[in-house]
């Protein structure tokens, strides 16, 4: 039995083991160039990880689990793909565990199915997958798509949702450690209800249930701060106006999402984070909006009113 599974990405040590053991596979290589030049999220989304199984520092087999792969553009999310087993590891079904691994992930995220783009005929069906249908990849090329249907209930999804839940959790607590709990727009990562999930935005692993409403996984206010080099929309001059991205007009949540943005401006994040503390002790309450209200004025007096 091999090691635990990790998150390949942004790990320089695990980065380079996949250059040094040299992968004979041309797209493993380019993946290993994708992560060293920290270019694997613009590919292939936000949320994209890379488990692996390893035996101390030597990789054993490794995949994506991606919201794209080859096969652009589609509809079709999430794919599984770069499945690799090193040669001298090959013929002990690794590659299931991988899948698994993958699959467990895609079914805690709620997908109903999860792909993979591939011109094998015969592997993958092993592991339940059938046949979807013919699609061209990126060249132009003719791709075998394959899925499995994760939604269907019964024991085996609810073993994949408990080992699920586990992965993703171990993967969230890894990636909040040290970063930035404020979100780009003003939200406060660490309070959100949908947390335990989302390593927050400013994370490795970005799964803000906004952003993936957009292409990559981006929503348009972290797309905005990037593109101004500013480290969220409190520090933009344009904030009381604005109405990009979450401060759209009707969105749920807009003017509360605003009042804190406008309050950091103000206060600083230490107050913020000393504010959202105190309303979580002094209401229940699963969305800020629901304290904060529908009026810009009252929900930054309300918000004052905790410092």
Known sequence: MYGDFGVFYNRKKRTLAV?????????????????????LKDAAGETTLVPMLVEGDKLVAFCTLAPYDDIQPTELTPWIGFVYTFPEYRGHRYVGRLLDYAESIATIMGREYV?????HVGLYEKYGYEFFRMDKDMEGEDSRVYRKALAVEGPEKDRRIKAGGAYKGAIVEKARKG???????????NHCFLGEWCGG????????????????????????CKERGIDGCYECEELAGCKNGFYKDGN?????????????????????????????????????QEILGENLEDAIKILESCI
């Open 19 to 39: 250059g040094n053991q040299k992968s004979d596979w041309g797209a493993g290589q380019f993946l290993a160039s994708l992560i060293e030049k920290e270019q």
């Open 115 to 119: 792909y993979i783009s591939t011109n």
């Open 179 to 189: 970063t930035d709990p404020i979100a780009y727009c003003g939200f406060s990562c």
């Open 201 to 224: 935005c400013k994370s490795v692993f970005s799964c803000c249930s906004f952003g993936t409403l957009f292409e990559g996984g981006k929503c348009p206010n972290m797309v905005c």
């Open 252 to 288: 749920d949540g807009a003017v509360a999402c605003k009042a804190q943005a406008m309050f950091l401006k103000k206060h600083g994040k230490k107050a913020f984070l000393q504010v959202q503390d105190a309303l979580h002790k002094s209401y229940d309450f699963k969305k800020v």
